[in-house]
Nanobody, 117 residues
Framework: QVQLVESGGGLVQAGGSLRLFCAASGRTFRRYAMGWFRQAPGKEREFVAVITEGGAARTEDSVKGRFTVSGDVRKRLLYLDMNNLTPEDTGVYYC???????????WGQGTQVTVSS
């Protein structure tokens, strides 16, 4: 089993910044990717960003240029730097770890990000 714990969420004004952090514990990561998803009120959970074990990173188009994902999957650490936040970025942000083995898909409990206008 893998446990993921997020931190760093909070309330910020539009145009502000936040840094989210995710730490994983439990079994050793081999061939995993770690990423961020978010869920706004009344909407489905959506992809935000991912980083692979080899360090390749990808962000969703709507946050590209404002959000940066970083970390070290082998060390089970993940960050999300969010700049120039807008009210549309409000939601619960979830850390995810996904491996190649069947059933290797784990989620954190989420951290709330609220952007006021």
């Amino acid at each position: 089993q893998v446990q993921l714990v997020e931190s760093g969420g909070g309330l910020v004004q539009a145009g502000g910044s936040l840094r989210l952090f995710c730490a994983a514990s439990g079994r050793t990561f081999r061939r995993y990717a770690m990423g961020w998803f978010r869920q706004a009120p009344g909407k489905e959970r959506e992809f935000v960003a991912v980083i692979t074990e080899g360090g390749a990173a990808r962000t969703e188009d709507s946050v590209k240029g404002r959000f940066t994902v970083s970390g070290d999957v082998r060390k089970r650490l993940l960050y999300l730097d969010m700049n120039n936040l807008t009210p549309e970025d409000t939601g619960v942000y979830y850390c995810n770890a996904h491996g190649l083995a069947p059933g290797a898909d784990y989620w954190g409990q989420g951290t709330q990000v609220t952007v006021s206008s």
